[in-house]
């Protein structure tokens, strides 16, 4: 198994905390591509979470509040619709309060766990991979 260690994130210039907050938002950016790319891809009987459903839908929420995602019609798309699509694709079921369940992942509080973005970034510095959210969906 591999290690890395991971700087803890209280950066002490504006500049440090400038630098954090755009790679904050490219790494949005990329999770938004990477998911439209996921809903896109065509079904399989094999595609499934690697992760919790909790990750899954703190990923939907990320995405839903970028609005890049649209539809046929070229309206964005609803959190409920894309909640549904992929959890559809990724033979997971979808939780009852998938909304709340998203806000909770995004808080975390009292977990030892950062949050979705946070581990998406950390991988995104460390590794140079095409496509990052294929880590977390088995083929």
Known sequence: MNYNYRTPLNPASSEQ????KQQRRMARTKLAQDFCQLLNSPNSPNL???????????VVL???????????????????????????????K???????????????KGVRQCSFLDRYLFTMTNNNGDSLLNQYVGR
């Open 48 to 58: 499934h979470w690697n992760s919790t459903i909790s990750d899954l839908m703190e």
């Open 94 to 108: 979808q939780p009852r309060y998938a909304r709340r369940c998203a806000n909770q992942a995004t808080q975390r």
């Open 62 to 92: 990320l995405v839903f509040q970028e609005g890049n995602i649209v539809n046929k019609t070229g309206c964005p798309c609803s959190f409920r619709d894309m909640a549904t699509e992929i959890c559809n694709k990724l033979h997971v």
């Open 17 to 20: 905390q400038l630098m954090i």
